[in-house]
């Protein structure tokens, strides 16, 4: 149907050369003519209206005009050369003007001839003018696809600088079209259009890049979105990552002994009732007998252990084994010593695997795991490993979530015939239709309150010449027997750099905070982990007073008694991280705070980070913001999926049609696995393509 090879390299469109061609695949990945042609505009302006000259007003909008130039003058000046043309039309005399490339203007353009110019309007010494303007001959506008509404696409200074314009992107997308009569192969199947009330590819197509109008721009969005999103959910249901429908799992009948013990003589408080809520929904999720996918989230401190903990009891109770997973040794640990402490009345066996683990005590290990002498491992990725074997594991919780891939999880899954009820915990509130598209058909608890007593944490924002007082402050908190975390920041660009920075801190605060009298503690990642656990251990015993580290302490770690949080050069930290960080205070009943020190200057984004910071302390607005500013692909748990590059749909914003596009895949694959049905021949066309093509499917890595 189409005299056009959609795989062919883009250079083969007239208007692009081999570098220009290089350049757009740098920038934006666009190799191929199926690239561009899916290469969407970010946003439209409306050019419906044509001004005249005399209704100009100078309020610096964007205006457009028909017109034409009348005279060239170049103007020789201190700063430089520039060039002016005289641009009229029947209603008066303006001004466009060029401070670049004014020879190629001055060849290109002709003197009488109709023109369509585009731009901002200035105003200066009673004349208006447009500084380099959009300009095109209106008789070409006329022959192209180009309608009122203008696509504007995406942009970088490098394509600006080579010449790579709007209008040239138009124009080689318009080629496309003429080349192939706009003529598309129709990638969903007649059910879905019909189901939907869509538009066909070949208006989808056209109206995305050329809108006839408004209406239709609409539809071929919804369109365009919804195909997006429903090959991306059969990806994910082919991966086994969303499933089509619950997979059977181990019924645990009832809870027992070791429950019923503990929740009458050993718990140490009374449980909140979001505790108590999501408990109740564990235990009926193990009555079912489908596998529990649970995702707990609740905010730092929520208490989130405690409920780990009775769950796994639950499973011991129905003779199970259950393990916890943590992300960092520390975390392990401390986990671990949790579980020793809240288990000492109860006959459970709990046993620690780390990557630190010696040969003999693995052996050991791998032994009483197999044997089912071990009720509850704790440990690190060392967990996942192929020696490690259960006899029969009935729980896996994972603490943390945001630290482990996808890839990791399922990997659980498969340690033994059926696989085990999954609970990932983490304390990252990731927004519900993140969850959703990243974690599939996890259903969701959240624990909203926190222990009753908790103080919100007081968090300010100073700057690094506040020191002096910061410091004071500090002192003070120490005489009244707290215990300081001072956090600096260990991004990987610049490793070296940041090491620097934080040996230059601690040298300074154990200038100012000498020893006797104060005791400084430090941790970084590049610390043998025995020695982290050293300093860990000393400062949550209260040995030291100061814990100066990197973020390895981000995570999890729970020492009541430290009641300042101070993070160095906060503004190069995300927001996610930041609400981590806060977290490791607050945690007892006195009052805590958390001090955000930046350098003076701060640029918009990060501004508004340490005020959301200072504003608030709910976890889910916090993330809702980072999500804002930084898109769904760099929230934190999105990253090492790489699952979240759409090129139209937001899942944010489109947040329905991803739940419509998840339902319309669930319920094809559940009639049709292997899409062979006549009807599906479509989309199962389109999805082979796109499994070949791996630059167009990046949404998985
Ligand atoms: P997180 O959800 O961050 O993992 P933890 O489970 O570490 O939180 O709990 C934080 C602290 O709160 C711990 O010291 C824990 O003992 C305490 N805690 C948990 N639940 C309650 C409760 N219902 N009442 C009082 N303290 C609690
Ligand atoms: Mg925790």
């Not at 440990?379 to 603490?399: M, Q, W």
């Amino acid at each position: 149907m189409t005299n056009i090879n959609f795989n062919k390299r883009i250079n083969s469109l007239k208007g692009i050369g081999e570098n220009r061609a290089n350049l757009l695949q740098r920038e934006f990945g666009i190799e191929t003519i199926e690239h561009l042609l899916y290469f969407f505009p970010r946003r439209y302006i409306d050019r419906t209206k044509f001004y005249k000259i005399c209704d100009l007003v100078s309020n610096s909008s964007e205006v457009q005009l028909v017109g034409k130039i009348t005279g060239f003058r170049e103007i020789t000046q201190s700063r430089g050369k520039r060039l002016l043309a005289i641009f009229e039309d029947d209603t008066g005399v303006m001004e466009l003007i060029w401070f670049r490339g004014y020879k190629w203007i001055r060849e290109n353009l002709s003197l009488n001839t109709t023109y369509i110019v585009f731009g901002k309007i200035n105003f200066f010494k009673g004349v208006y003018s447009i500084i380099h303007p959009e300009i095109e001959l209106k008789s070409e506008f006329d022959k192209g696809l180009r309608t009122t509404i203008q696509p504007i696409y995406p942009s970088t200074e490098k394509l600006i600088k080579s010449g790579v314009s709007n209008k040239v992107i138009c124009k080689l997308i318009e080629q496309i079209f003429f080349s192939c009569k706009g003529e598309f192969y129709e990638s969903l199947s007649k059910t879905i259009i019909n189901q939907f009330e869509m538009i066909g590819i070949n208006e989808a197509l056209l109206n995305i890049h050329f809108p006839r109008n408004q209406k239709l721009l609409s539809k071929s969005q919804f369109r365009l979105k919804f195909e997006e999103l429903f090959f991306f959910q059969i990806q994910l249901i082919e991966k086994n990552l969303v499933r089509k429908s619950k997979i059977k799992g181990f019924i645990f009948k009832s809870v027992g002994d070791n429950f019923n013990f503990f929740y009458k003589n050993c718990l140490p408080f009374d449980l909140t009732n979001d505790q108590k809520l999501v408990i109740k929904q564990i235990r009926s999720d193990f009555a079912s007998n489908a596998q529990m996918n649970r995702l707990l989230q609740g905010d730092v401190g929520s208490g989130k252990t405690i409920v780990a903990f009775m769950s796994m009891l639950i499973a011991t109770d129905n003779n199970f084994q259950a393990t916890l997973m943590a992300p960092t040794e520390i975390l392990a640990i401390q986990h671990y010593n949790s579980l020793k402490n809240l288990s000492k009345d109860l006959k459970i066996n709990v046993v620690l695997l780390t990557g630190s683990s010696t040969k003999s005590e693995r052996k050991f290990i791998h032994q009483n795991l197999e044997n089912g002498t071990t009720h509850i491992l704790v440990g690190t990725h060392a967990i996942l490993e192929d020696r490690v074997k259960f006899k029969n594991l009935g729980l896996a919780i994972i603490d943390e979530q945001h630290r482990f891939g996808v890839a990791q999880r399922s990997k659980l899954w498969h340690k033994n015939n059926l696989p085990p009820h999954v609970l990932v915990m983490t304390a990252t509130p990731i927004p519900r239709t993140l969850a959703m598209s990243l974690y599939g058909d996890l259903d969701i608890s959240l624990i909203k309150e926190l222990p009753p007593g908790r103080k919100t944490i007081k968090t300010v924002h100073r700057l690094d010449k506040n020191r002096l007082s910061v410091f004071r402050f500090i002192r003070e908190e120490i005489n009244n027997g707290k215990q300081i975390y001072i956090v600096y920041p260990l991004i990987k660009e610049s490793q070296k750099l940041d090491f620097k920075d934080l040996m230059d801190g601690y040298e300074s605060i154990s200038r100012e905070f000498q020893m006797p009298d104060y005791q400084i503690s430090i941790m970084h990642g590049q610390m043998k982990s025995s020695d982290k656990e050293y300093e860990m251990e000393r400062f949550a015993k209260g040995e030291t007073n100061i814990m100066v580290a990197t973020t390895v302490i981000e995570v999890g770690v729970n020492v009541p008694n430290a009641s300042v949080m101070i993070i160095e050069s906060a503004e190069r930290f995300g927001l996610s991280q930041l609400h981590q960080l806060r977290g490791r205070v607050g945690r007892g009943n006195d009052q805590s705070y958390c001090i955000l020190m930046t350098k003076d200057n701060l640029s918009g984004d990060s501004k508004k980070r340490i005020n959301t910071m200072v504003d608030s302390s709910d976890g889910f607005q916090i993330a809702e913001v980072d999500l804002k500013l930084r898109g769904p692909g760099d929230v934190m748990g999105t990253q090492q999926s790489g699952i979240l590059n759409f090129k139209i749909a937001n899942i944010v914003y489109d947040n329905d049609l991803l739940f419509k596009a998840r339902e319309s895949a669930k319920d094809i694959l559940a009639i049709d696995p292997n899409l062979e049905l006549e009807e599906n021949y479509n989309i199962k066309k389109t999805y082979m393509g796109m499994k070949k093509r791996i630059g167009i499917w990046n949404y998985i890595s």
